[in-house]
């Protein structure tokens, strides 16, 4: 579960548009932020999973609103 009833279990996403431009980043640490997280393959090689969430737009950046991030995967080679 990602959100912000759950420390250390957090999506975020930073976007930066150009050099020398201020970032925009939402994060599901704000509520009402949430999402899933699942690790579909775990080795002592590999991690592998799958995402989705809801972000909102951090404080001091150049976001506004909510970020629906869809879709999202990793594969993580130790």
Known sequence: TLSPNFAG???QVTQVV???TALSSWTTVL???NGEGEITTFTDERAVGTFHFVGQAAPNTNASGQMNVTSG???VKF
Do not use: E, H, L
Request: hydrophobic share 35%.
């Open 18 to 20: 150009g050099v020398g």
């Open 9 to 11: 279990q957090f999506g």
């Open 73 to 75: 995967s990793f594969d």
């Open 31 to 33: 509520a009402p932020g």
